[in-house]
Each structure stands twice: as structure tokens, then as C-alpha cells.
């Protein structure tokens, strides 16, 4: 068996819409999921505004079983049941996977920071007997990949990769090494983040990380631009169904494209700078390449993390240029610029992105880059798509998060799969 893995199933919950259609519509189109905060606790942040999910878990998730779940679980489940459903799989009885063959990894930057908050204040306020039995396995930074695999019966294995804004880059590296070393056929794999809420936002500006650009929120979020001040807070989930590709022939499940490789690195530089060299970017890039036996000349495409920050988006351009070559022909987009930063479902969403562009051949914009950053060295999508020619194709999809960690994926299309 080659372990060939393929992607068999996509399902998203995002700023953009409750599912990958209406998501993938809203990137095409250039559409901010940016906007004003109108609750009373964002009055006095610095920062008033954010990319929240369009549509309530809640009204998709039995309300009871809903209340039992942290926001970030909710969306997990959410993204995982679309792209469970289409990849052809049933749930419950009619579920006959071999679930001793079936694996989860869903990653999050954070976890289950309602939960704590929540349950602290209730706490403070009404005492100890308030506060909820559920408390622990809602918070729990294990509990959004439990969850779905208490859904779809996963038996193989249940991880939770856990490295800041590289989080589900990492769990759909880790899905892609469970497949190829025999552990499971088919594994679920993603990444979940829903902690819009005064805590970061105040935490975050105290940093200076945040655009402060209150007037215009959806044009605050501007990788590359020269007017671009910090990145905007974000919140969904993004899921990818995972199996071998003898396994997807043998049910004849339709076949997105391939996972063909993932490459890791770190910076070990700094706990929230980057590198400003790009050397740990650029390796992560370039490990990526080999582990999928791809040339740098063969990447068509680069789905950048580009989170709209002075000095990450000039670190990350130059860690393209070191990893591709100067001469590389690939067109980057930074996808941020519609749905903000999802923190840990960041690298699933824009994964998921990546393997749309390939199958329709088309690139969705960086939008708000009205003044480029002179000198960058790389081909953007700027403010509107861009068209990928007939035949082959391969892309990556980049996540850096605090702490160093450096995580590319390379995907190639169904034309590249042994179909």
C-alpha cells in the first residue's frame, strides 16, 4: 500500500460564512468578516472590533448538548459534521467505517477560555456550588477534538496538537504522519478557535499586536500593505477528512487533491517575534517540498500566514523568496485580510483555502493592499483573484505561531493524485 493521502472531505464554520460554500464564495468575492464589536465590554479596548463566526453553533448543535460544550468545541463539531458528511460518511449505526482505523486531530491555540472565565466569575459571584460539573471537560484544550471524536466513533486515536497560531497546521501534519505510518485509513483533522472576548483583545493591544483601526474595521486587517498596523482577532473552525488513497478509490469517494507533504521547524528565537532572518520559516518550507518530492518550481501557489503585522509579513515575503528561489513563479494571497486571524484553526482554514484554489484554479485575493511594501520580492493576489493555468498543480499553505513554531503544508491537486 503506497499511503498515498488524500482529502476526501472539507467543512468550515467562519467569518465568512456557516460553511465551506458560503466561505469559499466570500473569499472569491474579496469580503471582509470584519466588524464592529456592539457589546458594552469593547467600549474601553483599544482595539473595538473583530472576524466572527456568521452563524451560531447553537443553532446547529442540539441546544443541550451545545450548553456542555465550550465555544471552541462547538465550532469544532460544527466544521467536522459538514466535512464528515462530505466525505460520504454516516454517523451512529450507519456509520460502518472501521472505527479501530479511524483517527481525530483538531488543534487549538487556546482551548476553552469561556469555560474559565465563565466559571470563575460564577464562582466569585454566586460561590462554589454554581459553578458547572461540565466545567472541566469543556475547558479542557483536549476537549474540541473529543468531541468529534465522540461523534464520528474514533477509536485510533484522539489528538490535540497544541502550538499557538501553527496549531492545526501541526494536527494536519500530525494526520498526514498517523495515515503514512499505517495507524489509521482515515483521519479527521483541523483546527478550532473561539476566544473573541475582552481577555485577548486587552491582552493582545497591550502587546501592540492588534490593528487599532476602529473607523474602518473592515479595512484593518492589510498583510503586506504599508499602512497596516496589526492583525484582527478572529474566530471558526476548519476541518479536513484524511484517508489513504486505495481507501478512497475502494468506496469511490470523490477526491479533493493530496496532502503531499508537511514540513516543521523552529525558531527558537523569541516567545512572540519571528526570526527576522525567515531561516525557521524558510525550512519549514523547504522540509515541506521534500517530504512531498516537489521542486521549489513546481509551487504554483503560497497560502501565506501574513497576519497583517509591520514586521511578520517582511519576514515571512523573505522566507518565500529563500525557500522558492528568487525567480519562483508562485502567486501568493494572504487570506487573513477577509476572515482575520483564527489563532489555532488559522492553518486549517487557509489549508482548506489552498486545496479550493488548486480545484477551481483560482487564487482569492489579498484585499486592503492599497500601498504594497516596496521591494518584497513576491507575486501577491492583490485586491482581486487570480487564475491558475490548466494541468499540475502544487501549493503551501504557511502557519508560524508564538513560541517559533513553523509548520508548511503542500498540497498538489487531483490531477498529481495516482487516481
Not at 483533522?189 to 487599532?212: D, K, N
Not at 521549489?296 to 518565500?320: K, L, Y
Not at 493592499?369 to 520580492?377: A, K, R, V, Y
Not at 491558475?388 to 508560524?400: E, Q, T, V
Amino acid at each position: 500500500m503506497s499511503r498515498t493521502v488524500v482529502i476526501t472531505g472539507l467543512g468550515a464554520t467562519t467569518p465568512l460564512g456557516g460553511d465551506v460554500a458560503s466561505t469559499w464564495e466570500g473569499l472569491l468575492a474579496g469580503r471582509s468578516g470584519v466588524h464592529t464589536i456592539t457589546e458594552d465590554w469593547a467600549a474601553e479596548l483599544p482595539t473595538k472590533f473583530a472576524a466572527r463566526v456568521v452563524v451560531q453553533p447553537d443553532t446547529i448543535i442540539p441546544r443541550v448538548e451545545a450548553r456542555r460544550m465550550d465555544r471552541s468545541s462547538q465550532l469544532a463539531v460544527v466544521a467536522a459534521l459538514e466535512a464528515w458528511a462530505d466525505a460520504g460518511f454516516s454517523l451512529g449505526e450507519e456509520n460502518t467505517l472501521d472505527r479501530d482505523r479511524l483517527a481525530v486531530s483538531i488543534g487549538t491555540g487556546i482551548g476553552g477560555l469561556h469555560t474559565i472565565l465563565e466559571n470563575w466569575d460564577t464562582l466569585r459571584e454566586r460561590g462554589v456550588r454554581r459553578v458547572s460539573p461540565y466545567t472541566i471537560p469543556m475547558l479542557m484544550a483536549n476537549a474540541p477534538a473529543a468531541q468529534v471524536g465522540l461523534r464520528i466513533g474514533a477509536k485510533a486515536g484522539v489528538h490535540t496538537p497544541v502550538s499557538a497560531c501553527a496549531s492545526s497546521n501541526e494536527a494536519i501534519a500530525q494526520g498526514l504522519d498517523i495515515i503514512r505510518y499505517g495507524r489509521a485509513d482515515v483521519c479527521v483533522v483541523g483546527g478550532t478557535e473561539g476566544v473573541v472576548h475582552a481577555l485577548p483583545i486587552a491582552a493582545f493591544g497591550q502587546m501592540q499586536a492588534l490593528s487599532r483601526r476602529n473607523d474602518e474595521p473592515e479595512r484593518a486587517s492589510r498583510p503586506w500593505d504599508v499602512d497596516r498596523d496589526g492583525f484582527v482577532l478572529g474566530e471558526g473552525a476548519a476541518v479536513l477528512v484524511l484517508e489513504t488513497l486505495e481507501h478512497a478509490q475502494a468506496r469511490g469517494a470523490k477526491i479533493y487533491g493530496t496532502l503531499a507533504g508537511a514540513g516543521i521547524s523552529a525558531d527558537s528565537h523569541d516567545i512572540v517575534q519571528p526570526d527576522p532572518t525567515g531561516y525557521g520559516q524558510a525550512s519549514a518550507m523547504k522540509r515541506a517540498l521534500a517530504d512531498a518530492s516537489l521542486a521549489p518550481a513546481d509551487i504554483d501557489h503560497v497560502n501565506a500566514h501574513a497576519t497583517s503585522t509591520p514586521q511578520g509579513d517582511i519576514t515571512e515575503a523573505g522566507s518565500i523568496r529563500a525557500a522558492l528561489g528568487d525567480d519562483n513563479r508562485a502567486i501568493v494571497t494572504g487570506t487573513k485580510s477577509m476572515t482575520g486571524h483564527l489563532l489555532g484553526a488559522a492553518g486549517a482554514l487557509e489549508s482548506l483555502a489552498t486545496i479550493l484554489a488548486l480545484r477551481h484554479r483560482t487564487i482569492p485575493p489579498t484585499i486592503n493592499l492599497e500601498n504594497m511594501e516596496p521591494d518584497l520580492g513576491i507575486d501577491i493576489a492583490a485586491n482581486t483573484p487570480r487564475e491558475l493555468p490548466a494541468g499540475d498543480l502544487a501549493a503551501i499553505n504557511n502557519s508560524f505561531g508564538f513560541g517559533g513554531p513553523n509548520v508548511a503544508i503542500a498540497f498538489t491537486n487531483a490531477n498529481m493524485t495516482e487516481v
